[in-house]
């Protein structure tokens, strides 16, 4: 079955073509469109809609995108805040323990 992210009317699924009779059966009968989307989300369930209502069920679903921005921004503020080798300044005895290191690898390599 494919039908996810299209409308029962762009969808060529046998689940749409039988909600397609479903609902016009339904509007024939003299329901509104409120009611049938009722019937169909009592039938169905919520994934029957192409635009899920914001319901306690669907809260997760709405919810995720939100606060996975939101931890995306926490990281990227955090990174920036992260000093790095260009932007960190050693004190003199640092500079002198680095500069004993990288010599000391530099023999090592010869």
């Given amino acids: 079955m494919v039908c996810q992210n ?6 060529d699924a046998p689940l749409a073509r039988d ?13 509104d469109d409120g009611e049938v989307l009722d ?11 192409l635009r899920p209502r914001l319901e306690w069920e669907t809260a ?9 921005l939101a931890i ?6 955090r990174r920036n805040r992260i000093p790095t080798a260009s932007t960190a300044h050693l ?17 090592a390599r010869r």
Avoid: H, K, M, N
């Fill in 6 to 11: 299209q409308s029962i009317d762009d969808s």
């Fill in 19 to 31: 909600l397609r009779i479903l609902v016009r059966e339904r509007l024939q009968a003299g329901d």
């Fill in 39 to 49: 019937y169909l989300v009592s039938r169905y369930g919520q994934f029957v809609l």
């Fill in 60 to 68: 997760v679903l709405w919810g995720t995108p939100l606060v996975l």
């Fill in 72 to 77: 995306g921004g926490v990281l990227l503020v």
């Fill in 91 to 107: 004190s003199p005895e640092e500079e002198t323990r680095l500069r004993a290191l990288l010599d000391e690898t530099g023999d």
